[in-house]
Nanobody, 118 residues
Framework: QVQLVQSGGGLVQAGGSLRISCVASGSIGRTNTMGWYRQAPGSGKQRELVALISSGGFTTYADSVKGRFTISRDNAKNTVYLQMNSLKPDDTAAYYC??????????WGQGTQVTVSS
């Protein structure tokens, strides 16, 4: 069984920075993709991709966060990070850690709230 435990997040003023982390445990294998998704408040809001990073270090970012957010991972610690700089009120959302295993199983963290005040 795979578990993802998130930490970090909170309230920050626009222009500020936050870092969120996610530790994976269990049978995650060596080959996987980890990433972050977010879901903004309000009915009808879908969970959207923020950033992905493969076990080999290849990254993908949503256009809305390019140049402001950085995803990284420490394979020895089975941990993925999201450094968020120049935060905007539109970044306010619940952020979810995701792991896609080599066998194409999808796992989610518990979510962490990021609130950016204007």
């Amino acid at each position: 069984q795979v578990q993802l435990v998130q930490s970090g997040g909170g309230l920050v003023q626009a222009g500020g920075s936050l870092r969120i982390s996610c530790v994976a445990s269990g049978s995650i294998g060596r080959t996987n993709t980890m990433g972050w998704y977010r879901q903004a408040p309000g009915s009808g809001k879908q969970r959207e991709l923020v950033a992905l990073i493969s076990s080999g270090g290849f990254t993908t970012y949503a256009d809305s966060v390019k140049g402001r957010f950085t995803i990284s991972r420490d394979n020895a610690k089975n941990t993925v990070y999201l450094q968020m700089n120049s935060l905007k009120p539109d970044d306010t959302a619940a952020y979810y850690c995701n792991l896609l295993s080599w066998s194409h199983n999808n796992y989610w963290g518990q979510g962490t709230q990021v609130t950016v005040s204007s």
